[in-house]
């Protein structure tokens, strides 16, 4: 089938691997599919499957329905599965030790990264209060890890990069400072305070608590990349669906922090997005949908990911933000994020000149 020769066509198979039940109508659709898959298309769907951090929830559907269809390409998936399996276990050897390690000079919770579980994120995400002197040395001398060139955004944001010997993932480091430009530290209180111990197979990690989950992934997806991932739609379906989230207190620390426009309205992408591909969306109460700005009608597909657009959608999200901020009384914070826009605009200018932005962001 034609569809499934580009990358639109991956991502819509993707998606009905991650978000359709395994009722006989999705799986006969997807059998369809893949049955006109060559090795270019399983090629694409892997590699976008890679970006997306689906392939530990994405393919273990995807070889039931092969096996029970005779693909002989079977293999392939299963192969793909203990690759990344191989991967993540590796990199859970690593950050137990590093986080224990941390923790002599501070609270240490992992943001984002286990997240998109039993998939796991292209680095390690930690948040420390502890002093950024203190866990640089002690990367330095326990692990002989060496800090990556930090970029413009890195020092705003108060976040370091670690190359640790035997492990392909960067760890990143964000230090008593969370946001682009590292503008949020009235939300890491309850970042630790309200961070609990989880099981990630045999290694236990702090993680944080369902609410702070989605302010930080509010903050990424919303405040900075302006794209959506598969994981995030994934993992805050389950989230939402979980009953997990208690909205009376997510509201106001949302707004506290000048976010809650912009959760609500991934939110409602997310909800949006499910239901393009279940009939119906997340059971989200009316005072999330009534401060969504948008939905998924707003969102398209380009360079690999599902786009938020910037103007006048985000753009908007920003102004809220740093005007809170002001209200807040928080000069030092409203300054540090009214560097962004020049920052972005130094970004742009330098991918266009060298094809990288990396040491603006």
């Not at 986080?99 to 943001?111: F, Q, S």
């Not at 742009?348 to 060298?354: G, Q, R, S």
Request: glycine share 8%; proline share 4%.
């Amino acid at each position: 089938m034609d569809h499934v020769k580009n990358t639109t066509g991956c991502l819509t198979l993707l998606s009905q691997l991650l978000l359709t039940t395994d009722g006989s109508k999705s799986s006969e659709e997807i059998t369809q599919t893949v049955a006109a898959c060559g090795p270019e298309e399983f090629g694409g769907l892997w590699g976008l499957a890679t970006s997306h951090h689906v392939i530990m929830r994405a393919f273990p559907r995807l070889y039931e329905v092969m096996r029970a269809a005779g693909n002989d390409r079977v293999d392939w998936v299963d192969r793909a599965i203990a690759k990344e399996g191989t991967r993540i276990q590796n990199a859970l050897s690593f950050l137990s030790p590093i986080c224990e390690a941390l923790e002599d000079v501070g609270d240490v919770i992992v943001i984002k990264s286990l997240d998109h579980w039993p998939d796991l994120g292209s680095d390690l995400d930690l948040y420390s209060n502890a002093e950024g002197p203190d866990v640089v040395a002690i990367m330095r001398e326990r692990f002989k890890a060496n800090v990556a060139e930090r970029s413009w955004g890195d020092r705003l944001a108060n976040k370091w990069n670690f190359v640790v010997p035997g492990l392909p993932e960067l760890v990143e480091v964000h230090v008593g400072r969370l946001g682009q430009t590292g503008e949020q530290v009235a939300i890491t209180d309850s970042l630790v305070k309200r961070a609990s111990a989880a099981q990630f197979d045999s290694h236990s990690f702090r993680v944080p608590a369902a609410e702070d989950r989605l302010i930080i992934s509010t903050l990424q997806r919303m405040y900075r990349h302006f794209y959506l991932r598969l994981c995030d739609i994934a993992d805050t379906a389950q989230l939402v669906e979980s009953g997990a989230v208690d909205y009376a207190y997510l509201r106001p620390l949302a707004r506290s922090a000048g976010l809650w426009d912009g959760l609500a309205t991934y939110l409602s992408i997310v909800s949006g997005y499910v239901q393009s591909y279940r009939g119906e969306g997340l059971p989200l109460p009316p005072l999330v949908t009534s401060a969504a700005r948008f939905g998924n009608e707003r969102i398209y597909f380009k360079r690999k990911f599902l786009r938020i657009p910037i103007f006048p959608q985000a753009a908007g999200f920003y102004v809220s933000e740093w005007e809170r901020l002001l209200l807040n009384g928080e000069l030092q914070n409203a300054f540090r994020l009214s560097l962004l826009p020049g920052l972005a605009a130094a970004a742009a200018l330098e991918l266009k000149v060298t094809g990288s932005d990396k040491g603006i962001w």
